[in-house]
């Protein structure tokens, strides 16, 4: 842990759709709050969604997705190393764009930085798009800012059919889902 570093807010978002999904999630979190440069502040509601950007089937099935807030006491690309690290120990194969996946761990926003380099944009730069982000930030965080879109609660539709809550991770993972 680099003392220098101060301390800032920011939000992950994460993802599964390969084994069991829950689990795999609580893994993930698991891992991260062991780290003693971050703190977990908040577990957004689970929602599951259609996969994007790679055609839904037996071998893509829907994804289990929420979002996290912590608090971390290192840089950004410090902690996206730490979220391929931990992507990497829960199964994680890179292959092709959109994939279907164990676990995807992705960082949404920390602090105030604006970055675009060395393989990280912040803010994301498509979170915003993406309902299966909007929702459970929206969740933890509904006056989160996006760049200048309006906050977090009022980019959320309500009507979207591919993103339904489905509970709180605990009850998903007693449910073995």
């Known amino acids: 842990m680099a003392s220098a570093v ?88 890179r292959s092709v764009p959109n994939a279907p996946r164990t676990i995807d761990i992705d960082l949404l926003a920390c602090g105030g930085i604006m970055q675009d380099e060395k393989g990280l944009t912040l803010p994301h730069p498509r979170m915003w798009e993406r309902q299966f982000v909007l929702a459970p930030l929206a969740a933890i965080a509904p006056d989160f800012a996006l760049g200048g879109r309006g906050p977090a609660g009022a980019l959320v539709d309500p009507r979207d059919p591919e993103v339904r809550l489905v509970g709180t991770l605990g009850d998903l993972v007693r449910r073995d889902l």
């Open 6 to 93: 101060q301390a800032m807010i920011c939000y992950l978002s994460l993802g599964a759709n390969l084994g069991c999904r829950a689990r795999q999630l609580a893994r993930a979190i698991s891992a991260l709050a062991s780290r003693p440069e971050l703190l977990l502040l908040r577990v957004s509601p689970v929602y599951e969604t259609m996969p994007v950007g790679y055609a839904p089937g037996p071998d893509n099935p829907n994804y289990l997705n929420l979002v996290l807030c912590l608090e971390a006491a290192c840089e950004p690309l410090e902690l996206l190393a730490l979220a391929h690290t931990i992507e990497a120990a829960l199964g994680r194969e």
